[in-house]
């Protein structure tokens, strides 16, 4: 079983910056792709970015293309999700998601285990 845990959620202004992270309980996490969601109220979980399990693939979710970076120093460390330029359409609820079997699986059910989720809200 994987728990993993978000961190780094906040309040910022509209043009802020803000780095979540992701960290897992177990070493397995260095065989698991790994992705970030969000939800924002009232809408379904969607797809942000994804990153493979060496670090050396991404993909990300065409509206935050150029604004938010998914990164991994090792297949050990924890996963961050840098975002640039916040709108106040970013604000939701950033998962973290892992164990998908492609790093571009865009479907929420295509992931496997889930971090419980930290709130970002962008003030316009």
């Known amino acids: 079983q994987v728990q993993l845990v978000e961190s780094g959620g906040g309040l910022v202004q509209a043009g802020d910056s803000l780095r979540l992270s992701c960290a897992a309980s177990t070493r397995a996490f260095n065989r698991y792709n790994m992705g970030w969601f969000r939800q924002a109220p009232g809408k379904e979980r969607d797809f942000v970015a994804a990153?493979?399990?060496?670090?050396?693939?991404?993909y990300y979710a065409d509206s935050v293309k150029g604004r938010i970076t998914i990164s991994r120093e090792n297949a050990e460390s924890p996963v961050s999700l840098q975002m640039k330029s916040l709108k106040f359409e970013d604000t939701a609820v950033y998962y973290c998601?892992?164990?998908?079997?492609?790093?571009?699986?865009?479907?929420?059910?295509?992931?496997?285990?889930w971090g419980q989720g930290t709130q970002v809200t962008v003030s316009s």
């Open positions: 998601a892992a164990g998908a079997s492609s790093y571009r699986e865009t479907r929420s059910s295509g992931w496997n285990y």
């Open positions: 990153i493979s399990w060496s670090g050396l693939n991404t």
